[in-house]
């Protein structure tokens, strides 16, 4: 068994655990053992996903109920089957083409 040396310990914090040993019949280096062994075995929470995380810390501020824009009309997309006129080459600027002006 390995030993385990605590110190800096606050003198209210001794204070409870030395009155808490004696409400039930042991000693303090007992019910140190028997707290840390209660608190290491318990189950890990399983990691929740952001969201709920995020409502939980949340959750004593109250909800906000944010009002939700109208939703427009999907527009026409453009017809792109290439019936326009001409042989398929357009002219552009000289800047588009590489050539810039300095």
């Known amino acids: 068994m390995g030993t385990l040396t605590i110190r800096n310990i606050e003198d209210p914090l001794k204070r409870r655990l030395r009155m808490r040993a004696a409400a039930r019949n ?38 906000v109920e944010l009002p939700i824009a109208p939703r427009e009309a999907v527009r026409t997309p453009p017809d792109l089957s ?13 800047t588009s083409r590489g050539l810039r002006r300095r």
């Not at 140190?32 to 004593?60: H, N, T």
């Open 26 to 63: 042991r000693s303090m280096e007992e019910e140190a053992r028997q707290i840390l062994r209660a608190v290491l075995m318990e189950a890990a929470a399983p990691e929740s996903d952001l969201g709920a995380r995020i409502r939980r810390r949340f959750a004593k501020v109250g909800d």
């Open 82 to 94: 290439g019936s326009h006129s001409g042989t398929g080459t357009t002219k552009r600027p000289a």
